[in-house]
């Protein structure tokens, strides 16, 4: 121990007390070991007191009164000018107390680390497995229930849907030929479409008043449809709007007014995300639909969409007609009214 090779040889005087009922004595002491050792002046021992159990009864006053532990009235006074002694005896007693192993500190840092563990797993994966959780047991009626209020928050901004009494049927047949459950046109709000929870896709009046081919409307449904399956809209809502709006989901059924605006004020403003060439692919060829005409309308020029126009599955087959022409003529008049 370093700190006993500087000090071992170090003696002092005191006075020495074994019991109240005894006179003080002078003696010398001397630091051993682990020991503390007081002798007569004759160099005869008379106790031997272990440094790790030495309590000082009045730190910081002089004279210094030391006991063994467990045992205050055996005392050693040693005055003030005893103080390179006094600072030995403390020294070697801290060096004594680290050399020493701490199990507490074991078992703290033991419970530090599960705490931090157990903080890991409510900070990172939880708020992903309870999203997860609400996906799989929200039911249908209760998405398209959120689907439908979020539509009314969108109509805010941008008017109510275009309802011609005329064109619903047509627009119910779109709806049907394209595998959705319900197809809204807004007369503005929404870039070109959108897709809310509860099967409900989302046009932008120019889709259907803007062309003569009712297969690009139709392409931009079946975009939304395969864009839905991949990025569940719900799932979209609570990645937005945090795990607060998953866990009111789960335990009340309901999300806020401001939830819903939170959400609804992003996805507008945001582009929509990217669907793979190859799963549109897929979609319009179970759809029986041509891609080319949605490629078009996506990009005039056709040269970022060159694969939907090159692999086409409907290129050199017979087309089922999208809707009849009467129907698509009252469904590019559905904003009239």
């Known amino acids: 121990m370093t700190a006993l090779k500087q000090y071992q040889r170090i003696e002092a005087t005191g006075l020495w007390r074994p019991s109240p009922d005894e006179q003080r004595r002078e003696v010398v002491v001397s630091i051993g070991e682990a020991t ?21 009864q009045n730190p910081g006053k002089f004279p210094a009164i030391f006991n063994p532990d467990g045992d205050p009235d055996e005392t050693l006074e040693l005055e003030q000018s005893e103080t390179t002694m006094i600072e030995a005896i403390d020294r070697l007693q801290r060096a004594i107390e680290r050399a020493r ?14 705490v931090a563990a157990v903080a890991a797993v409510l900070l990172f994966w939880l708020p992903g497995a309870l999203q997860s959780h609400v996906e799989k047991v929200v039911p249908e009626i209760k998405r398209q ?34 595998g959705v459950r319900r197809i809204v046109v807004l007369p ?45 809209p719900l799932d ?4 937005k709007t945090g795990p607060t709006a998953a866990f009111r989901l789960l335990t009340t059924g309901e999300l806020t007014p401001q939830i819903v605006d939170t959400y ?55 087309l089922d007609q999208v809707m009849p022409d009467r129907d698509w003529v009252r469904l590019q008049n559905i904003c009239s009214d």
Not at 264 to 287: C, I
């Open 36 to 56: 503390l050792t007081i002798t007569d002046f004759n160099d005869r021992a008379l106790t031997h007191w272990s440094l790790a159990a030495l309590e000082r």
């Open 101 to 114: 192993p701490h199990p507490g500190r074991l078992r703290w840092a033991s419970v530090g680390g599960v």
């Open 145 to 178: 229930d959120i689907g439908n209020t979020i539509l009314q928050r969108i109509e805010r901004v941008s008017g109510r849907a275009c309802a011609s009494a005329d064109a619903q049927p047509a627009l119910q047949r779109l709806a049907q030929r394209t």
């Open 188 to 232: 503005a709000g929404v870039r070109e479409s959108l897709s809310l929870p509860g099967g409900i896709v989302l046009l932008n009046r120019a889709l259907v008043e803007d062309s003569e081919d009712p297969a690009v409307a139709a392409g931009y449904v079946i975009a939304e449809r395969t864009r839905a399956r991949l990025h569940d």
């Open 236 to 239: 979209d809502l609570l990645d």
């Open 264 to 318: 609804t004020e992003q996805v507008l403003a945001e582009p929509r995300p990217a669907v793979p060439e190859d799963d549109l692919l897929a979609a319009f060829a179970s759809a029986n639909l041509p891609s080319t005409p949605y490629a078009y309308a996506v990009d005039i020029t056709g040269e970022t969409v060159l694969p939907l126009i090159e692999a086409d599955p409907m290129a050199g087959q017979p």
